[in-house]
C-alpha cells in the first residue's frame, strides 16, 4: 500500500504533464481505435429512436382514423347550424 501512495508523489506528476502535440495524438489514437464501436452504437441508437417514433406515428393513425374524427366534427357542424337562429341573411 505504502508503494502506491509512494509513486503517486511529484514525480508521477512530472510524468503525466504533456504538451498538447502528445495530448492531440492520443486523443487521436482513441477515436480512431474506438470510432467503429462508436459508430455502431449511434446506428443503433438511432435506428431505436426512430422505430419508437414511427411507432408512435403509426399507432396514433390506427387508434384515431381520419375518417370517424371529421365525421364526429361534421355531426357536430350539423348541430350547432340547425341551432343557429336564422335570419334574413342566411
Given at each position: 500500500?505504502?508503494?502506491?501512495?509512494?509513486a503517486?508523489g511529484?514525480?508521477?506528476?512530472?510524468q503525466?504533464?504533456?504538451?498538447?502535440e502528445?495530448?492531440?495524438?492520443?486523443?487521436?489514437?482513441?477515436?480512431a481505435?474506438n470510432?467503429g464501436r462508436?459508430?455502431?452504437?449511434?446506428?443503433?441508437?438511432?435506428?431505436?429512436?426512430?422505430?419508437?417514433?414511427?411507432g408512435?406515428?403509426?399507432y396514433?393513425?390506427?387508434s384515431v382514423?381520419?375518417?370517424?374524427?371529421?365525421?364526429e366534427?361534421e355531426d357536430?357542424?350539423?348541430?350547432?347550424?340547425?341551432?343557429y337562429p336564422?335570419?334574413s341573411?342566411?
Amino acid at each position: 500500500m505504502a508503494d502506491k501512495g509512494s509513486a503517486q508523489g511529484p514525480d508521477a506528476m512530472e510524468q503525466e504533464k504533456l504538451t498538447r502535440e502528445q495530448i492531440r495524438r492520443r486523443d487521436m489514437a482513441y477515436w480512431a481505435k474506438n470510432s467503429g464501436r462508436l459508430r455502431t452504437r449511434n446506428i443503433f441508437t438511432g435506428l431505436a429512436i426512430g422505430g419508437i417514433v414511427l411507432g408512435i406515428y403509426g399507432y396514433t393513425f390506427y387508434s384515431v382514423p381520419q375518417e370517424k374524427f371529421l365525421d364526429e366534427l361534421e355531426d357536430e357542424a350539423k348541430v350547432v347550424r340547425a341551432n343557429y337562429p336564422k335570419t334574413s341573411a342566411n
